[in-house]
Every structure is written in C-alpha cells, then in structure tokens.
C-alpha cells in the first residue's frame, strides 16, 4: 500500500483527532457512541465504515472481542496546538486578559468551523435554552463580523458575556436563552461593548461539538 492510499481522508484525520482527544484526557478508547455525537451524527453506521477504512491503512487496529476496542497504531495526529481557556476573573481585570488564561487544552482548532482561537468557560446557566449549560467549555472565532441571532461573546466593561447577538443601528441587544434572565440592552452611542468573538462550538464531557449555524 503506497502513501498515498494510506492517508487518511479529511473525514477520517477528524476522527483520528477525536480519538487520540479522548485518549488523552480518560484514558481509554472513546465508543462509536461516544465519536457519533461528537462528530453530529444519528448513528454510528458512517463511524463503523470509517474505522475499518482506517484499520486496513493501518492507523488504528480494532480488538476483537472488546467494547471499547479502538487501537492507535500511529498517534499524534490532532494535538498540534494549544487553545487558552479563559474562566472566572477577579473583578476589574477584563476577562479575556492574558494573565486570566485558567488552563490550556490540546484541542485541534480546525475541528470548529470557523476555527477556533480561544476557550471560555461558562459561568451561569442564562444560555441553557440553547444548551449552553454552567460549567461547560466554548470554543471561540476571534472576530468582531457577526451577524443577527449568532450566538457570540460580547465584553462590556471587564466583564465578558454569552449572549444571541441582535443590532438594529445604534442600538445593540443581548439576549439570553433563558426566559429567567433579562437582555441587555445596549446604546452605542453611549456605551461602549467589544464583540470579542463568535461562539463555534462546545467542549463536554471531552468531546468536541460543533455548533451549527
């Protein structure tokens, strides 16, 4: 078999990146379960033709016998870079300041689409409705282009927040996905709000998910 065929396809390299993610942080091989989802798919027939593809270029082995049967041959595909995940901040240092940076993750950024630059842990539970629950992990596209009911993290003051994004000229609406929290409200004419970015996905459980747009 010449290189050629046993490079692994843009679908497959994906997987590879998951597998060696969660590899990474349990310790154990993901289930096909486990990649469906991450890779947002209804069930795992597309996941079973992908490891045999990748079996017979010998990049993985799969163990007869065995639940959770998935054998790295050659890692370190993904782990190319480090993505900075920003969390909880003393008061009067803006949130996404470097010295505020909580942790690194091995996380492959063209996983996301737009790739992702940086991660923001999620403090309170005002995107639940939009499954953004306390405590999970978003990975973030630094731009300011956003658009009208994108899901992004806008800066007023120190503070950062993760809010549906809504601008009618001047005036700015930030809206939670949560009918117990109110919006925010903003004059730009008067106050001033930094879009540091456009929220790509989320990181649970270990895995990577991409939101769709």
């Known amino acids: 078999m010449n290189a050629a065929t046993t490079e692994p396809s843009p679908r497959q390299r994906q997987l590879l990146e998951l597998i060696e993610q969660y590899l990474g942080r349990h310790g154990r091989p ?6 469906a989802s991450a890779m947002g798919l209804r069930n795992r027939q597309g996941i079973d033709q992908h490891l045999r593809a990748l079996a017979l270029k010998g990049l993985i082995a ?6 959770r049967n998935i054998r790295l041959l050659q ?7 480090r993505l900075a995940l920003y969390g909880r901040v003393a008061a009067g240092v803006p949130t ?9 993750l091995l996380l492959d950024p063209a996983l ?5 630059d940086f991660l923001l842990r999620v403090h309170g539970q005002s995107m639940l409705e939009a499954d953004i629950h306390d405590r999970d992990i978003l990975a973030v596209h630094r731009t300011a282009q956003v658009s009208n009911g994108q ?13 549906y994004y809504r601008r009618k000229g001047h005036l700015l609406r930030l ?39």
Do not use: W, Y
């Open 151 to 163: 899901i992004v993290v806008a800066r007023l003051g120190d503070e950062a927040t993760v809010k």
């Open 175 to 213: 809206e939670p996905a949560n009918a117990a929290f109110q919006p925010i409200e903003v004059d730009l004419r008067h106050q001033h709000c930094v879009i540091e970015g456009l929220v790509v996905g989320l990181v649970r459980s270990g895995m990577p998910q991409a939101r769709k747009s």
């Open 112 to 116: 996301f689409r737009p790739r992702a």
């Open 62 to 67: 799969l163990e007869p016998g065995v639940a």
């Open 96 to 104: 996404l300041a470097q010295g505020n940076v909580e942790d690194e």
């Open 30 to 35: 993901p289930t096909r379960a486990d990649l």
């Open 75 to 81: 890692p370190s595909f993904a782990l190319t870079r």
